[in-house]
């Protein structure tokens, strides 16, 4: 199998006021093409850093992260922004919709983001929302909808671009726990459809048991794998 994620002695701590604050401590592992790893520990383990340093949207203090061939680290502002449009999808706990644009607007602006044809576009975003069953509220706005509808128009937006990577952070922790079952259902379904890496950040014990591998992150190290 090919190496998706390569992680090399990679720390990182952030400064507060006076105090350094370690969050993630000398880790090193890799994530093959395909996988599907759950990322678990207590709240301030360092799970959402580790994904965010994964995704790009952070780096740290020392150490390497490679994905998808890319060595982060290697990369000024906007080739991250690219590399993230292109090869990263992310589930966040908060949904992150925009208030003011509809699901469909919601899902095929990502699409847009990399110039795609407006109507390519919408038929992507229109196709996935049905796919996560959301026909009937393509023009709803988020206040419109459910949590766990504002979830599927999330992990549709995260798919639309077909990313080689989903990045999911506590992806149920605002939704009861039927409705959480049904989303990871969903998102173990379209990985497993278009091949994708998942890594899925949960301390929700049910999760982490659905994942072939576990990660067990314990004050910012590795505890085993």
Avoid: W
């Amino acid at each position: 199998m090919n190496k998706l994620i390569t992680i090399e002695n990679v720390s990182r701590s952030f400064q507060i006021g006076r105090r350094q604050i370690e969050v993630l401590k000398d880790l090193s592992f890799q994530v093959e093409a395909g996988e599907f790893v759950a990322l678990c520990g207590a709240s301030g383990a360092g799970k959402s850093t580790l994904l965010h340093l994964i995704g790009g949207l952070d780096t740290p203090n020392a150490g390497r992260i490679c994905v998808a061939g890319d060595d982060l680290s290697q990369l000024k502002d906007s080739a991250l922004s690219q590399f993230r449009n292109r090869h990263v999808g992310f589930i966040f706990q908060a949904y992150h919709l925009f208030p003011e644009l509809d699901a469909l607007e919601n899902v095929a602006l990502s699409a847009r983001i990399l110039r795609q044809p407006p109507a390519l576009a919408e038929q992507k975003a229109r196709a996935l929302l049905c796919q996560v069953g959301l026909a009937d509220r393509l023009d709803h706005l988020p206040s419109e909808l459910s949590g766990g509808e504002q979830q599927r128009v999330a992990l549709a937006r995260a798919l639309v671009n077909e990313p080689a990577l989903i990045l999911a952070d506590e992806p149920t922790g605002n939704l009861d726990s039927h409705t959480g079952e049904s989303i990871i259902d969903l998102l173990c379904a379209l990985r497993q459809e278009r091949n994708a890496t998942l890594l899925i950040a949960t301390h929700d014990p049910k999760i982490a048991a659905r994942a072939p591998r576990v990660l067990q992150l314990v004050d910012g190290q590795m505890a085993g794998s």
